[in-house]
């Protein structure tokens, strides 16, 4: 927790006060930034979705009902602008399918092979199902109950369950061979 | 630490750790900048403005309404409050077998004449 009174810098947001707006945006950028990249798996499209994600919320601020908390809020909006920007993306996308996936391309660490622990995470997160990477992202890195999960991605909280299991299980893998990696 | 299994139903904090590291994003700064300045360039329209003090006018909207009626309400009391008690005066003086002056009858006919 921030210990700033995020319903107040909300409220004097709605009044239109942008550098309210512009507290709120520092202190929740870095996870906006992260929700967007575990959907799009590239960090440009990541940057645009989250800033949209921001002018949506800027634009709807008057919605925000200050009895609920404001980061759910905001991340619901941030995922369905990430979610967007990726329908629109596949639709321009009529490259052909690459076999890395654009987390990997996106490091340079890869080309000089020099493979860690980060890149082997989101090489794993990529071929997790979206619904799965978002659950397991937003429980174990984000630390949203299973039941706001549930209510951000619109899927029952048993459904949730199972996805973080899941996908947990899949990156516990990664997290025991780099592990092993280590030891040896 | 204990070992964490992928059926616990609390998060997983080493896995939490690894992944908020793999997911970082760099340049935070730049980004908000970025954003800041793009809040800056979208004017509100004047509908989201007004939207912004909705609440503060429905409540405005609901006192005045409120004192006008209680002010309506008090006001034509004591309007009928005069009529009555002007022609309780000249029923009396009538009664009294007095003429009532002019005064009083003038009073009792324009009070008669209020809707």
């Given at each position: 927790?921030?210990?700033v009174?995020?319903?107040k810098?909300a409220a004097?947001?709605?009044?239109?006060?942008?550098?309210?707006?512009g507290a709120?945006?520092?202190?929740?950028?870095?996870m906006?930034?992260?929700v967007?990249?575990a959907?799009?798996?590239d960090?440009e499209?990541?940057?645009?979705a989250?800033q949209e994600g921001?002018?949506?919320?800027?634009?709807?601020i008057?919605?925000y009902?200050s009895s609920k908390a404001f980061?759910?809020?905001l991340?619901q909006?941030?995922v369905?602008?990430a979610r967007?920007?990726?329908r629109?993306?596949?639709v321009r996308?009529?490259?052909?399918?690459?076999?890395?996936?654009?987390?990997?391309k996106d490091?340079p660490?890869r080309?000089a092979?020099d493979?860690?622990?980060?890149e082997r995470l989101?090489?794993?997160?990529?071929?997790?199902?979206?619904r799965?990477?978002?659950?397991?992202?937003?429980?174990d890195?984000e630390?949203?109950a299973?039941?706001e999960?549930?209510?951000?991605?619109?899927?029952?909280?048993?459904?949730?369950k199972?996805d973080v299991?899941h996908g947990?299980?899949?990156?516990?893998?990664?997290?025991g061979t780099?592990?092993e990696?280590?030891?040896d | 630490?204990t070992?964490?299994?992928p059926?616990?139903?609390?998060p997983?904090a080493?896995?939490?750790?690894?992944?908020r590291?793999?997911?970082a994003?760099?340049f935070?700064?730049a980004?908000v900048?970025?954003?800041?300045?793009?809040?800056?360039q979208r004017?509100r329209s004047?509908d989201?403005e007004?939207?912004?003090?909705?609440?503060?006018?429905?409540?405005?909207?609901?006192?005045?309404t409120?004192l006008?009626g209680?002010?309506l309400?008090?006001?034509?009391?004591v309007?009928?409050?005069?009529?009555?008690?002007?022609s309780?005066t000249?029923?009396?003086?009538?009664?009294?077998g007095?003429t009532?002056?002019?005064n009083?009858?003038?009073?009792?006919?324009?009070?008669?004449?209020?809707?």
């Open positions: 927790m921030t210990g009174d995020e319903a810098l004097r947001a709605g009044r239109g006060d942008a550098d309210a707006f709120l945006i520092e202190i929740h950028e870095a906006a930034r992260r967007a990249y959907i799009l798996e960090r499209d990541a940057d645009d989250a921001f002018l949506s919320a800027w634009k709807a008057n919605r009902d980061r759910p809020w991340m909006i941030v369905n602008a967007d920007l990726r629109r993306r596949r996308a009529a490259d052909p399918l690459d076999s890395v996936s654009p987390a990997a490091d660490a080309r092979g493979i860690d622990l980060g989101r090489a794993a997160l990529a071929t997790l199902p979206e799965q990477r978002m659950a397991v992202v937003l429980f890195a630390g949203y299973q039941a999960i549930a209510e951000l991605l619109g899927i029952p909280e048993g459904t949730v199972s299991f947990r299980r899949a990156l516990r893998r990664v997290l780099v592990k990696e280590l030891d | 630490m070992e964490h299994s059926f616990d139903s609390a997983d080493e896995l939490g750790v690894a992944l590291e793999a997911l994003m760099p935070g700064g980004f900048n970025r954003v800041r300045a793009r809040l800056n004017q004047w989201e007004l939207a912004g003090w909705f609440w503060q006018g429905l409540v405005a909207a609901s006192l005045v409120m006008a209680w002010g309400n008090t006001f034509s009391g309007a009928e409050e005069s009529d009555a008690s002007a309780a000249v029923a009396s003086q009538l009664l009294d007095t009532p002056g002019a009083v009858l003038l009073a009792s006919m324009t009070a008669s004449d209020t809707p």
